[in-house]
């Protein structure tokens, strides 16, 4: 996407053959570009969360293992790397996913093509990020102009933490058939649910949306239930971190609730879910491993001040001890769809595996 009239991708491989990402801890302040030098640079951006999202953190990891390779590309430095990288972050499987495939790719080939062969593999898997999240937003867009077909004015979708293009290559999950509606005519309109506690909402996705022109309002999560309960919502969609064989839904903690508000109010609710973000292997959601973080971000709000610093304050009394799970599972029974790059698929495991067999039967 364009920031400044520039296209930008998230992640790219620099002139100096390092990689570079747009650093998101900076935005929506400033629009930072980060360079990575080494597998340890790699796993910092994961999990400090310069680069954060399902997607991006897939061909990040794979980055991460081609710069690994640069430094040595030896049998036990694969492993060792691959499985470094690996920690950086548990809940998307997408780390997982591009590790596996880099490694396999490398695992056959000589010590002296490994480096090079990884870049172009990681460049690939960032090409096909693209794509993926290209035909998303193709099937998405027919399902908002269904929707808008069947209501007078404009078409109001929710949506929750930032499944847009900074958390991919390109075009976003979510916000690819946002995208492609509002370039195509489409009267719409985006609630941003702000997202605490680390306000990928606010800081993200109104800045990404604010960029590209399309109409949008930040409300707090709480207002979310509220809003559909006064008809104010058409649909919800949202992004996913770990999809299961059977439909269940792990993404950003409060996607559950807007899940149960959208159920009882009878407001559809559907996940853009790329296949590199589905987990033929995991059957149950509640086995989801689901990432705990810090206190400090439930404790501490960090923001720009009027005069232009960032700067961190306390809104919790000293001493008072916080939680901070980071992801949330909603029930498959609650989605109305799931929007794949093959098209969109019932939430439950006979759907799954006839849109994607061979992932299915790789997994069995
Ligand atoms: O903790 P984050 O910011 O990495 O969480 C991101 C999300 O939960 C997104 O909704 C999900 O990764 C889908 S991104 C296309």
């Not at 490398?106 to 898997?125: K, M, N, S, V, Y």
């Not at 808008?148 to 004015?153: E, P």
């Not at 610093?309 to 599972?329: C, H, K, M, W």
Request: aromatic share 6%; glycine share 8%.
């Amino acid at each position: 996407m364009e920031v400044d009239g520039k296209p930008y991708r998230t992640i790219w491989q620099s002139d100096s053959g390092n990689v570079a990402i747009i650093d998101q801890t900076k935005l929506p302040h400033a629009f930072v570009i980060a360079e990575l030098r080494g597998a340890e640079d790699a796993w910092h951006a994961i999990a400090d969360m310069q680069v954060r999202g399902a997607p991006l953190i897939g061909v990040a990891a794979a980055y991460g293992l081609a710069l690994a390779m640069r430094a040595d590309p030896s049998d036990v430095n694969l492993t060792n790397a691959a499985n470094y990288l690996a920690t950086a972050r548990p809940t998307a499987i997408n780390l997982a996913w591009a590790l596996d495939d880099i490694r396999h790719t490398l695992a056959p080939l000589p010590l002296t093509q490994r480096a090079d062969r990884a870049f172009i593999r990681a460049g690939e898997l960032a090409a096909a990020d693209v794509a993926v999240n290209d035909a998303i937003g193709t099937h998405g867009l027919a399902l908002l102009r269904e929707i808008a077909a069947r209501k007078h004015g404009r078409l109001n979708i929710l949506t929750h933490c930032n499944a847009g293009w900074l958390a991919t290559v390109d075009w976003g999950t979510a916000t690819a058939p946002i995208y492609k509606g509002h370039d195509s005519g489409l009267d719409l309109h985006v609630f941003v649910d702000e997202t605490r506690p680390r306000n990928q909402g606010a800081a993200l996705t109104a800045w990404e949306l604010a960029h590209h022109g399309v109409p949008h309002t930040l409300i707090a999560d709480n207002a979310g239930g509220h809003l559909m309960q006064h008809g104010e919502i058409d649909l919800v969609i949202v992004g996913t971190d770990r999809t299961t064989a059977s439909g269940d839904v792990c993404n950003k903690i409060g996607t559950y609730l807007k899940a149960l508000a959208a159920h009882d109010n009878g407001v559809p609710f559907y996940v853009a879910a790329p296949s590199s973000s589905i987990d033929f292997a995991l059957y149950d959601g509640s086995d989801v491993p689901i990432e705990m973080r810090g206190e400090n971000e439930v404790t501490h709000m960090t923001g720009a001040t009027v005069d232009g610093r960032i700067e961190t304050v306390r809104i919790a009394p000293d001493g008072s001890p916080a939680l901070n799970p980071a992801f949330d599972v909603t029930p498959a029974r609650l989605v109305t769809g799931l929007i794949t790059e093959r098209g969109i698929v019932a939430a439950n495991a006979d759907a799954l595996a006839r849109a994607f067999p061979e992932r299915a039967k790789a997994a069995a």
